[in-house]
Protein backbone atom coordinates (compact mmCIF):
# COMPACT_ATOMS: atom_id res chain seq x y z
CA UNK A 1 0.00 0.00 0.00
CA UNK A 2 1.00 3.46 -0.41
CA UNK A 3 2.19 5.57 2.67
CA UNK A 4 1.84 9.02 3.05
CA UNK A 5 4.43 10.89 5.27
CA UNK A 6 3.93 14.91 6.11
CA UNK A 7 6.24 17.41 6.94
CA UNK A 8 6.58 18.66 9.50
CA UNK A 9 4.20 16.92 12.38
CA UNK A 10 3.80 20.73 13.79
CA UNK A 11 5.26 23.78 13.22
CA UNK A 12 4.86 27.54 14.92
CA UNK A 13 4.35 30.43 12.50
CA UNK A 14 3.52 34.43 13.30
CA UNK A 15 0.73 35.93 11.82
CA UNK A 16 1.13 37.17 7.97
CA UNK A 17 3.96 34.20 7.91
CA UNK A 18 3.96 32.09 4.63
CA UNK A 19 3.65 28.59 5.66
CA UNK A 20 4.19 24.97 3.91
CA UNK A 21 3.27 21.67 4.35
CA UNK A 22 4.43 19.15 2.52
CA UNK A 23 2.89 15.78 1.73
CA UNK A 24 4.88 13.27 -0.14
CA UNK A 25 3.52 9.71 -1.59
CA UNK A 26 5.45 6.16 -1.36
CA UNK A 27 4.59 5.72 -4.72
CA UNK A 28 3.44 8.13 -7.60
CA UNK A 29 -0.39 9.17 -7.53
CA UNK A 30 -0.55 11.59 -10.17
CA UNK A 31 -2.83 14.49 -8.66
CA UNK A 32 -5.35 12.36 -6.90
CA UNK A 33 -4.71 14.32 -4.00
CA UNK A 34 -6.60 16.29 -0.87
CA UNK A 35 -5.94 18.68 1.73
CA UNK A 36 -8.14 18.76 4.81
CA UNK A 37 -8.16 21.05 8.08
CA UNK A 38 -9.77 20.18 10.85
CA UNK A 39 -9.88 23.34 13.88
CA UNK A 40 -9.53 21.77 17.47
CA UNK A 41 -12.92 19.78 18.19
CA UNK A 42 -14.45 20.44 15.11
CA UNK A 43 -14.92 17.90 11.82
CA UNK A 44 -12.52 17.89 9.22
CA UNK A 45 -13.04 20.69 6.07
CA UNK A 46 -12.00 19.49 2.37
CA UNK A 47 -9.67 22.53 1.35
CA UNK A 48 -8.03 21.54 -1.71
CA UNK A 49 -8.83 18.38 -4.22
CA UNK A 50 -6.95 17.20 -7.66
CA UNK A 51 -3.85 18.68 -5.43
CA UNK A 52 -4.06 22.16 -6.71
CA UNK A 53 -8.07 22.97 -7.10
CA UNK A 54 -9.79 25.31 -4.08
CA UNK A 55 -12.82 23.71 -3.04
CA UNK A 56 -15.74 26.46 -2.87
CA UNK A 57 -15.64 29.09 -0.14
CA UNK A 58 -12.26 28.13 0.97
CA UNK A 59 -9.76 31.98 1.25
CA UNK A 60 -7.81 32.13 -1.63
CA UNK A 61 -4.42 32.08 1.19
CA UNK A 62 -4.26 28.45 0.50
CA UNK A 63 -3.25 26.94 -2.35
CA UNK A 64 -2.10 23.49 -3.31
CA UNK A 65 0.46 22.20 -5.49
CA UNK A 66 2.53 19.26 -6.74
CA UNK A 67 1.78 16.05 -8.66
CA UNK A 68 3.47 12.50 -8.62
CA UNK A 69 4.78 11.81 -5.20
CA UNK A 70 5.18 15.26 -3.63
CA UNK A 71 2.61 17.55 -3.01
CA UNK A 72 2.39 21.03 -0.98
CA UNK A 73 -0.06 22.86 1.26
CA UNK A 74 0.89 26.42 0.88
CA UNK A 75 -0.99 29.16 3.57
CA UNK A 76 0.06 32.33 1.90
CA UNK A 77 -0.42 34.68 4.97
CA UNK A 78 -1.32 33.19 8.15
CA UNK A 79 -4.27 33.99 9.73
CA UNK A 80 -5.21 33.20 14.01
CA UNK A 81 -8.65 31.05 12.02
CA UNK A 82 -6.05 28.83 10.48
CA UNK A 83 -5.38 27.66 13.81
CA UNK A 84 -5.55 23.70 13.17
CA UNK A 85 -4.59 20.33 11.69
CA UNK A 86 -3.97 20.10 8.65
CA UNK A 87 -4.25 16.39 6.49
CA UNK A 88 -3.29 15.00 3.25
CA UNK A 89 -5.05 12.27 1.52
CA UNK A 90 -4.90 9.94 -1.61
CA UNK A 91 -7.51 8.86 -3.49
CA UNK A 92 -6.22 7.41 -6.58
CA UNK A 93 -6.99 3.95 -5.16
CA UNK A 94 -7.80 2.27 -1.95
CA UNK A 95 -7.04 2.40 0.96
CA UNK A 96 -7.88 6.36 0.59
CA UNK A 97 -4.74 6.78 3.17
CA UNK A 98 -4.14 10.02 4.90
CA UNK A 99 -1.00 11.72 6.30
CA UNK A 100 -0.32 11.56 9.89
CA UNK A 101 -1.23 15.51 10.30
CA UNK A 102 0.51 18.61 10.45
CA UNK A 103 -0.11 21.05 13.42
CA UNK A 104 -0.19 24.51 12.75
CA UNK A 105 -0.16 26.97 15.69
CA UNK A 106 0.19 30.95 16.58
CA UNK A 107 4.06 32.05 17.57
CA UNK B 1 -28.06 21.51 2.44
CA UNK B 2 -26.27 18.42 2.56
CA UNK B 3 -26.64 16.59 6.39
CA UNK B 4 -25.14 13.64 7.33
CA UNK B 5 -25.77 12.05 11.25
CA UNK B 6 -24.63 8.80 12.02
CA UNK B 7 -25.59 7.01 14.71
CA UNK B 8 -24.88 3.91 16.79
CA UNK B 9 -22.16 4.77 18.96
CA UNK B 10 -21.64 2.97 22.10
CA UNK B 11 -19.43 1.36 24.63
CA UNK B 12 -19.37 -2.44 23.70
CA UNK B 13 -16.71 -4.41 25.39
CA UNK B 14 -13.95 -6.12 23.33
CA UNK B 15 -14.96 -9.00 21.18
CA UNK B 16 -18.72 -7.41 20.89
CA UNK B 17 -20.28 -6.12 17.90
CA UNK B 18 -21.91 -2.97 16.93
CA UNK B 19 -23.52 -1.33 13.55
CA UNK B 20 -22.97 2.03 12.63
CA UNK B 21 -25.61 4.12 10.64
CA UNK B 22 -25.45 7.08 8.78
CA UNK B 23 -28.54 8.61 7.49
CA UNK B 24 -27.62 11.37 4.89
CA UNK B 25 -30.15 14.31 3.22
CA UNK B 26 -29.93 16.81 0.66
CA UNK B 27 -27.97 15.26 -1.97
CA UNK B 28 -28.98 12.36 -4.27
CA UNK B 29 -27.60 9.41 -2.48
CA UNK B 30 -27.11 7.17 -4.66
CA UNK B 31 -25.30 8.96 -7.22
CA UNK B 32 -22.20 9.20 -4.69
CA UNK B 33 -19.59 6.76 -2.92
CA UNK B 34 -19.62 7.32 0.31
CA UNK B 35 -16.77 6.58 3.08
CA UNK B 36 -16.30 5.94 6.66
CA UNK B 37 -13.49 7.50 8.55
CA UNK B 38 -12.32 7.40 11.79
CA UNK B 39 -10.33 9.28 14.54
CA UNK B 40 -9.22 8.16 17.97
CA UNK B 41 -9.49 10.56 21.06
CA UNK B 42 -6.61 12.72 20.06
CA UNK B 43 -5.04 11.14 17.15
CA UNK B 44 -5.00 11.43 13.54
CA UNK B 45 -7.53 10.77 10.70
CA UNK B 46 -7.77 6.95 9.67
CA UNK B 47 -9.81 5.62 6.36
CA UNK B 48 -11.83 2.95 7.29
CA UNK B 49 -14.52 1.53 4.03
CA UNK B 50 -15.84 2.96 1.22
CA UNK B 51 -18.60 1.57 -1.02
CA UNK B 52 -19.95 2.99 -4.64
CA UNK B 53 -22.65 4.69 -5.42
CA UNK B 54 -24.70 1.45 -6.54
CA UNK B 55 -23.06 -1.20 -3.47
CA UNK B 56 -21.25 -3.85 -5.82
CA UNK B 57 -17.76 -2.24 -4.97
CA UNK B 58 -16.36 -1.62 -1.16
CA UNK B 59 -13.13 -1.03 -0.10
CA UNK B 60 -11.36 -1.50 3.77
CA UNK B 61 -8.51 -0.69 5.38
CA UNK B 62 -6.11 -3.67 6.47
CA UNK B 63 -6.68 -2.49 10.11
CA UNK B 64 -10.54 -3.59 9.74
CA UNK B 65 -10.52 -6.15 6.72
CA UNK B 66 -12.82 -9.45 8.22
CA UNK B 67 -13.94 -7.85 10.47
CA UNK B 68 -15.86 -4.76 9.65
CA UNK B 69 -18.22 -4.70 7.49
CA UNK B 70 -19.87 -1.47 4.83
CA UNK B 71 -23.20 -1.37 3.31
CA UNK B 72 -26.25 1.15 1.84
CA UNK B 73 -29.44 1.58 1.09
CA UNK B 74 -30.45 3.57 -1.23
CA UNK B 75 -33.91 3.68 -0.83
CA UNK B 76 -33.60 4.51 2.76
CA UNK B 77 -30.58 7.12 2.40
CA UNK B 78 -29.05 4.72 4.50
CA UNK B 79 -24.74 3.91 5.26
CA UNK B 80 -23.98 1.26 7.52
CA UNK B 81 -20.86 -0.05 9.38
CA UNK B 82 -21.42 -3.38 10.61
CA UNK B 83 -18.19 -3.94 12.97
CA UNK B 84 -17.28 -6.96 14.81
CA UNK B 85 -14.83 -8.60 17.09
CA UNK B 86 -14.22 -5.11 18.21
CA UNK B 87 -10.66 -4.80 20.29
CA UNK B 88 -9.56 -1.42 22.00
CA UNK B 89 -7.71 -0.12 19.39
CA UNK B 90 -11.01 0.60 17.64
CA UNK B 91 -12.16 3.00 20.14
CA UNK B 92 -13.09 6.30 18.10
CA UNK B 93 -14.97 8.82 16.44
CA UNK B 94 -16.63 7.40 13.48
CA UNK B 95 -17.34 9.73 10.82
CA UNK B 96 -19.29 8.79 7.70
CA UNK B 97 -18.50 11.13 4.58
CA UNK B 98 -19.48 11.85 1.09
CA UNK B 99 -17.05 11.62 -2.49
CA UNK B 100 -16.94 14.69 -3.61
CA UNK B 101 -17.29 13.11 -6.91
CA UNK B 102 -19.72 11.01 -8.15
CA UNK B 103 -17.22 9.13 -10.61
CA UNK B 104 -15.76 7.84 -6.79
CA UNK B 105 -12.66 9.48 -7.31
CA UNK B 106 -12.72 13.00 -5.04
CA UNK B 107 -12.14 14.13 -1.72
CA UNK B 108 -14.46 13.91 1.12
CA UNK B 109 -16.94 17.20 0.98
CA UNK B 110 -18.89 16.81 3.39
CA UNK B 111 -18.96 14.97 6.57
CA UNK B 112 -21.03 14.26 9.57
CA UNK B 113 -20.56 14.87 13.38
CA UNK B 114 -19.25 11.94 14.64
CA UNK B 115 -20.51 8.87 16.50
CA UNK B 116 -18.08 7.93 19.47
CA UNK B 117 -17.08 4.03 19.93
CA UNK B 118 -15.99 3.24 22.88
CA UNK B 119 -14.46 -0.94 23.02
CA UNK B 120 -13.99 -1.06 26.77
CA UNK B 121 -14.63 -3.65 29.53
Known amino acids: DIQMTQSPSSLSASVGDRVTITCRASQGISNYLAWYQQKPGKIPNLLIYAASTLQSGVPSRFSGSGSGTDFTLTISSLQPEDVATYYCQKYNSAPRTFGQGTKVEIK | EVHLVESGGVVVQPGGSLRLSCAAS????????MHWVRQAPGKGLEWVSLISWDGDSTYSADSVKGRFTISRDNSKNSLYLQMNSLRAEDTAFYYCAKDKSNSGWGGLDYWGQGTLVTVSS
Open chain 2, 26 to 33: GFTFDDYT
